[in-house]
């Protein structure tokens, strides 16, 4: 029993070589032409049991090459299976008429699907053309593309250059497969994307190693972009426990004295020739906590003292702490300001003013007794749990006495305060007032600025 006779019409040498390979399982006798013509004068000397006929070829194409069968009784109703690159319903019956069997469109993607999965893959999708790849693509993400070089419209090269136009694309892993062996457009396509470049018809054991070689490497660079994506989230986290840190930080000591603690000094202090140093002290707020629930005490004072921090916060001086329902203030360090006193001056009376929109708003009637000194002081960091920024020296014991000897709703300076004002205030010469552990000092009280 003769064996049966497969003839392959296909100007492409690659497309020979696979439909050999297709057949290559199959005990048959395989003949090969480059064009219709040499495939028409084959077909009349062998009388083949199949023709595998190419569509667009040099010489005579596959549709003239059917015409003429038809002329010769012996081969016109041969069994024909049409491959062509074109997917167009024009094209199927043109080639229908003519007593085409069987349509098949793209042999090579045929191939390939069928060679992965033969080699275990299973999760494969397919394009008709370069635009339709790029349409996938965009669709879901893949961890790999094949990419024939040889397309209609667009070509592989061309798809390549227009995926690096999109960054959702942009970096797929792909292999081209070309029947050119030109290592010039290897480079091409190396340069523009392509991890691997394939000859027609891949090896079966060389393409299962260059796909295998690249799904790792995909899995390589998701597992170094995972781990990247940790590594900035833990960065991100240290940094915001750190930024919290510093605000704490801040909001303990002076932004000038942080930084020098975090510069790794160990021992901060400072003497300074010239500041002024405020006190602002409630009056009767020991008489109201008696008779108010600690919710309410405690959200009076947040409120007062708030309302105190923003008024020190735009005067730029600055908050030691708060005793109780005293307020304690500097102007002047720890970056000195020859304007120092007019600060600690404006910020008193904007206080003044705060508390009088807040007894407002409440229907309470707290006043404050405000006292003002200036002079040389040593401003240093003490502590070692807890730190505290904290002023030492007479003029902060005057500033006090300042405070205790004067009047509610009133800002009662010292002398050396009131010399270092100018005329744009408002100043109401007290006289001589005792004060404890100081005697009889001229005191003068600050009404405003003119």
């Known amino acids: 029993m003769s064996l049966p006779k497969i003839l392959s019409v296909d100007d492409s040498r690659t497309m020979r070589m696979m439909v050999k390979r297709v057949f290559r399982p199959f005990q048959c006798e395989l003949f090969e032409a480059a064009d219709g013509m040499e495939g028409l004068e084959a077909a009349i000397t062998h009388q083949p049991d199949l023709i595998v006929l190419d569509y667009n070829m040099p010489v005579m194409d596959g549709v003239a090459m059917l015409r003429k069968m038809r002329e010769h009784d012996n081969i016109k109703r041969t069994p024909v299976i049409m491959l062509t690159a074109e997917d167009s319903n024009e094209i199927i019956s043109t080639v229908a008429r003519l007593g085409v069997r069987d349509y098949i469109i793209s042999l090579m993607r045929m191939v390939l699907t069928k060679a992965l999965q033969d080699l275990g893959f299973t999760n494969i999708d397919t394009a008709v053309d370069g635009r339709d790849a790029i349409k996938k693509l965009l669709e879901k993400p893949y961890d790999l ?24 694309i942009k970096g797929t892993p792909t292999i081209v497969i070309s029947g050119n062996e030109q290592i010039d457009l290897a480079v091409q396509c190396i340069e523009a994307g392509a991890e691997d470049y394939l000859i027609k018809p891949p090896n079966p054991t060389l393409l299962r190693a260059r796909v295998t070689t690249s799904l790792e490497k995909k899995r390589l660079r998701n597992l170094d972009k995972l781990r990247f994506a940790q590594l900035q989230a833990e960065k991100e986290l240290v940094e915001f426990e750190k930024e919290k840190s510093e605000r704490l930080l801040l909001n303990i000591l002076p932004g000038a004295i942080a930084g020098r603690l975090k510069g790794g000094e160990k021992t901060i202090a400072n003497g300074h020739h010239i500041v002024s140093v405020m006190f602002a002290d409630l009056c009767g707020f020991t008489a109201l906590s008696r008779k108010t629930t600690p919710d309410d005490l405690v959200r009076m004072l947040n409120e007062i003292f708030t309302a ?4 020190v916060e735009n005067h730029r001086v600055e908050k030691i702490k708060t005793i109780g329902d005293c307020y304690m203030l500097v102007g002047g360090l720890p970056n000195h300001r020859d304007d120092h006193a007019h600060a600690v001056a404006d910020t008193a009376i904007e206080m003044v003013g705060a508390l009088q929109r807040i007894n407002e708003k409440n229907g309470t009637e707290l006043a404050m007794r405000i006292g003002i000194h200036s002079g040389p002081v040593v401003a240093g960091v003490i502590g070692k749990i807890k730190f505290t920024y904290d002023l030492w020296g007479d003029t902060v014991n005057v500033a006090s006495r300042m405070e205790s000897s004067g009047m509610p709703g009133r800002i009662h300076l010292s002398e050396q305060t009131q010399s270092t004002l100018d005329s744009h205030f408002l100043l109401e010469e007290r006289g001589m007032v005792e004060c404890k552990g100081l005697g009889q000092v001229k005191t003068f009280f600050l009404n405003g600025r003119c």
């Open 145 to 168: 593309m094949l990419l024939d070089m040889e397309m209609p419209e667009m070509n592989g090269l061309e798809v390549l250059t227009n995926m690096n136009f999109d960054s959702r």
């Open 308 to 311: 105190f921090d923003n008024i």
